[in-house]
């Protein structure tokens, strides 16, 4: 024997019954600690069993308590070990379980034909039952996809089960040291040892219980119930053959083809040697009479019957009408049922639905336009005799032609539709495919029929597929721009080509005196009112003056933009920045959310002048800085924000940098590079660099800078810029230049960011380029990379219109508004005329007061713009900046698509293999 081990009569047990379990041990007059009730490490009873002899008996009645399941445990101490045991001992719910019977009348149906389902129910003791029972049927091919989502639904109401860790702790784990202390005895309120009951713990069981059968137990259940055995689908599948010159193979082929196998219009051989006169239609004289017209299999639903309430009698049985879809396949049936007492259970069975003699159509799921292919039938025969097999596949002529023998081919019949033909002895148990290799020549739905017909037994199948046009939608794009001192003619060429869908056709000009000037299109959808801790009030006041002050500099407002710029699409606006909201175009509705921001913002100032994450959190450097940010762009556009309140912010962000400064260097906590540069960014729009600690702080930040990413970099060139130390401002602006990339293709560039670290504020690429464009236009406003900046943003908004979120969004704003200011973009002053192959299409003065109101488009549709060449003009006037560009749409049907644009290069390499000879 084993030192210890339990062995129980059987795995499972009834009410009432006796549990038999058998105990052996290694040794004669042992002693074990035994307990029939253990749940969760916890013995809530226990017994010592003295064993004379190395084997007994232990009789346990198994009652009601046990259900569903229970666990025995036994413990033995021997020479110095301890050895555990335990048996977990099962007891099936049997009166909440019903015995669920489901039958058809027949096994096997024919396709489409009507059949009877009945049902029986009884309880665990054989009587019937009263209630429900939901009954489907559904294609078990569906589950070589996606099998049954649920398990057996007992496991929901019955299936929980108690469980049980064994945990045993002894004194051979106890180690001892050398080390100890002296005591006194006489501070001892106890001797030799604590009360009872002040060590140790009760477990309380109780009903709950843990789910123990998953979903791999039930689908091995419900695989010996039913298997996954699934029979052909009436539907189409299989391979499909692309083919270029595929007639000639074909012809060869079957000349050489056993059993007389041909295809309409090619020479048969003689069957049985026997050469026999034909019909017109191409069958040999008198075999037409002879076939089995077929019914025309064509409804392959998924689901045959699905009954959600079936009643039962007062016998526990039901019965229902089933009608098979006409698809060849295994139905699986499945019922389940459920009564007020809550007794539940199901069962699985299963139909047949299929032909002696079928056919199933082997074609791809769709065509497109002057696809050449192999179409299929695939013909079984389950007869006991060889049979002569005439297959028929009918086509739409209108979509399709046949590439075989171009000369004998088919014509259409009355209907329009071809029929082409073949013929070929299938064996008995045997199978045949005849194939038919077709193009497709227009778009269109394509009923396609095909039939197997014999003398004895035939079979037939349609099916609707789809032709899809040939060809793509197609955009070539074109672009160029004056400077501000540029005048004269500029001449952008494009061509049409013939075979176009002309409906589809789209011609647009595009026109704007500034880069940045597109963005205004963002900035009702920027504001909203505060809600949440200070960050989130922040994300909502700070776009919100940015907003204001962007308008303010730009000379409009909100109802300007709402009445003369295009505005998002609804299905953009709901998932804008994750909130559905909407637009704002109204000026007061933006100044009464400002003034809810910044009475929101009062209130979460702490005593100390800072700001924390909440009002009764400790206050922050960086959540100060934040909030001081967004006041300071409140003053600049113009917000009156209380004085006091700012100043105490500032105050508590200088005292809580030089209390840290005044720290020893490892113990300062004033957090990491970007954060401080940051911070310092902050105290420079205050001009708070008075006291020697900060003004050293901030030469050790500079000193440091190889430490920062361009991210940091930038604030801290905008915070030296601020401080008058420029010769630092430039010198860092270089630093985060030699981290440009630029693509001259689309005249873009921008300052790369790390890979790693994506989820720190400071290693954000919008925002790194906003603060790199707005560093740039502080420091070095004729930067040539301006522009490219402002270009490289404009491309990576979402949907056109704005960024990953209102606050880098908002930082891009006001960059490029800084921007438009420095460039001298927002002041032009030129007149602007487009032509359109000769004909004048716009003339426009363009001046600050239209800078964003005038029209700056121009439209052609359909058939304004015909097939070749056309020619556009664009003429300016006068000083200002122009940004155009020239955007043809269309849907081409050409058979060689030639690449457009230069944002996306992919190139692809075929290779044939070849046999190795």
């Known amino acids: 024997f084993n030192d210890l081990e339990i062995i129980a009569d059987k795995r499972t047990y009834k009410v009432g019954e006796t549990a038999h379990l058998l105990v052996n041990v290694a040794e004669n007059n042992s002693r074990i600690l035994f307990s029939d009730e253990v749940s969760r490490g916890v013995l809530r009873s226990y017994r010592f069993i003295d064993l004379p002899s190395r084997s007994t008996v232990i009789d346990i009645p198994v009652e009601e308590k046990h ?92 299936g ?32 030799g040892r604590q009360p009872d009951g002040w060590q140790g713990w009760w477990g309380l069981e109780g009903a709950s219980l843990s789910l123990g059968r998953g979903m791999k ?99 526990g049985k039901a019965e229902a009408e089933i009608t098979f879809p006409q698809s060849l396949t295994t139905w699986r049936i499945r019922g389940y049922a459920l009564t007020n007492a ?23 799921r769709f065509f497109v336009e002057r696809d050449e292919v192999v ?40 209907e329009g539709n071809l029929h082409l033909k073949a013929q070929a002895v299938v064996k008995a148990n045997g199978e045949h495919r005849f194939d038919w290799p077709v193009k497709a020549m227009k778009e269109g739905l394509a009923t396609i029929t095909v039939k197997a017909m014999t003398d004895e037994e035939s079979d037939g199948m349609r099916m609707a597929f789809p032709v899809l046009v040939h060809g793509i939608n197609k955009t070539v794009a074109q672009s160029g721009s004056y400077r501000l001192t540029d005048d004269g003619t500029r001449t952008l060429k494009v061509d049409l080509p013939e075979q ?3 409906e589809q056709t789209r011609l647009e000009i595009t026109l704007s005196p500034s880069l940045a000037g597109v963005m205004i299109d963002a900035l009702p959808y920027l504001v909203g009112y505060p809600y949440g801790c200070v960050e989130q009030t922040m994300s909502r006041f700070y776009p919100c003056v940015l907003v204001r002050d962007a308008l303010k500099k730009m000379g409009t407002d909100l109802e300007t933009i709402g009445r003369q710029r295009r505005q998002m699409r609804e299905d953009d606006l709901k998932n804008r920045f994750g909130r559905p909201d909407s637009p704002v175009f109204d000026s007061e509705e933006l100044d009464r959310m400002v003034r809810a921001g910044l009475q929101r913002l009062y209130t979460f100032q702490r005593s100390d002048g800072g700001w924390g994450w909440w009002r009764e959190d400790e206050s922050s ?22 004085g006091g309140v700012y100043e105490r912010g500032f105050q508590f962000l200088v005292n809580a940098i030089s209390k840290e400064l005044a720290k020893p260097k490892n113990e300062q906590r004033i957090g990491d590079m970007q954060t401080q540069a940051y911070i310092a960014y902050i105290l420079s729009q205050n001009e708070s660099f008075g006291s020697d600690d900060v003004a050293k702080w901030l030469n050790e930040l500079y000193a440091t800078r190889e430490n920062l990413n361009n991210y940091g970099r930038a604030l801290l060139a905008l915070a030296m810029n601020n401080n008058k130390r420029l010769d630092e401002a430039r010198t860092l602006l270089r630093n985060i230049l030699q981290f440009v990339d630029r693509d001259d293709s689309n005249d873009t560039a921008w300052v790369r960011t790390p890979d790693a670290y994506w989820w720190f504020w400071w290693n954000n690429d919008i925002e790194t380029n906003a603060w790199t ?99 556009i003009t664009i003429t300016k006037n006068g000083p200002g900046a122009l940004y155009y560009s020239c955007y043809l749409s269309y849907f081409t049907k050409e058979d060689e698509i030639k690449g457009a644009g230069n944002e996306i290069f992919v190139n692809r390499e075929y290779f044939k293999l070849v046999p190795k000879t």
């Open 500 to 502: 176009i869908d002309p």
């Open 160 to 191: 929980q089960k108690r469980y049980h860790d064994p945990f045993v702790d002894t004194s051979l784990n106890t180690q001892f040291s050398p080390h100890g202390r002296f005591e006194r005895p006489e501070h001892y309120i106890y001797e």
């Open 217 to 315: 137990e039930g689908k091995e259940e419900a695989a010996k119930a039913g298997g996954l055995m699934g029979g052909s689908m009436g539907g189409y599948g299989g391979d499909f053959f692309s083919v270029s010159s595929v007639a000639d193979s074909l012809n060869a082929r079957y000349e050489a083809a056993p059993h007389g196998a041909r295809i309409l219009g090619q020479p048969a051989a003689d069957v049985d040697g026997l050469s026999k006169p034909r019909s017109s239609r191409g069958e040999p004289a008198g075999m037409s009479e002879l076939l089995v017209q077929p019914e025309i299999r064509s409804y392959f639903a998924d689901t045959a019957i699905w009954l959600p309430d079936l009643k039962l009698d007062d016998h």
């Open 342 to 364: 809550t007794q539940v259970g199901d069962t699985t069975a299963k139909a047949v639905t299929t032909k002696n003699l079928l056919v199933r159509l082997q074609s791809p």
């Open 621 to 642: 450097p960086y959540q100060t800085s934040y909030v001081l940010q967004g006041l300071h762009a409140a003053r600049e556009a113009g917000v009156n924000v209380d």
């Open 773 to 871: 464009l707005k560093a740039m236009v502080a420091i070095d406003p004729k930067n040539e990379l301006g522009p490219r900046l402002v270009k490289w943003l404009l491309n990576n908004r979402r949907n056109g219109y704005y960024w990953r979120s209102t606050r880098d969004t908002a930082q891009t704003i006001a960059a490029m508004v800084d921007f438009m200011q420095a460039s001298g973009e927002s002041n032009p002053e030129y007149a602007l005329t487009v032509n359109v192959d000769g004909r004048p299409m716009k003339e426009v003065t363009v001046t600050k007061t239209n800078f964003f109101t005038f029209d700056n488009r121009v439209l052609l549709y359909g058939l304004h713009v015909k097939p070749g060449p056309h020619e």
């Open 67 to 158: 259900v569903p399941n229970f666990f025995v445990e036994a413990t033995l101490v021997r020479n110095g070990r301890v050895h555990m045991e335990n048996r977990e001992l099962f007891v099936p719910p049997v009166k909440g379980l019903l015995k669920v019977a489901v039958k058809t009348d027949r096994p096997q149906y024919e396709p489409g034909e009507k059949g009877r389902v009945s049902v029986q129910v009884t309880d665990a003791a054989g009587k019937p039952v009263q209630g429900q029972v939901t009954l489907t049927a559904y294609d078990e091919s569906v589950t070589y996809i996606q099998d049954e989502f649920g398990p057996n639904p007992s496991i929901f109401f019955y």
């Open 375 to 414: 179409l299929s039938a695939n013909v079984h025969n389950y007869l006991k005799t060889d049979k002569q097999v005439s297959a028929e596949l009918i086509v739409p002529a209108a979509l399709f032609s046949y590439l075989g023998d171009t000369d004998k081919s088919p014509t259409p019949d009355a």
